[in-house]
Nanobody, 123 residues
């Protein structure tokens, strides 16, 4: 598994961004894929997850419905709307082992990680 994120950048508050995550080593099927973020000087935190087998999703409560995780055959996406300065962080894509149960939110449940993509939101 070799996860690669893309789509980060610098945007103004209120704008939108869509992040993408692909597995350059092959398809992401049969796993749960999550997005995490790490703001400057803070711990890495759960953002959202999607289970490949049934498209079930889970979100961090703090997002207030502004983010949407989705997937197609080849990638997992994180659509981020109404961005705020506090959304500024390095965003990471992560994957569980195949057939993992549920939609975990703990980092320890995701053995595979990408290198991250920077999102900066300015006023």
């Amino acid at each position: 598994v070799q996860l690669v994120e893309s789509g980060g950048g610098s945007v103004e508050a209120g704008d939108s961004l869509r992040l993408s995550c692909v597995d350059s080593g092959g398809p992401l099927s049969e796993a749960t894929v999550g997005w995490f973020r790490q703001p400057p000087g803070k711990e890495r935190e759960f953002v959202a997850a999607i289970k490949w087998s049934d498209d079930s999703t889970r979100y961090a409560d703090s997002l207030e419905g502004r983010f949407t995780i989705s997937r197609d055959q080849n990638a997992v996406y994180l659509q981020m709307n109404s961005l705020r300065t506090e959304d500024s962080a390095v965003y990471y894509c992560a994957a569980t082992v195949p057939y993992a149960r549920g939609l975990p939110s703990r980092r320890i449940d995701y053995p595979y990680w990408g290198q991250g993509t920077q999102v900066t939101v300015f006023l």
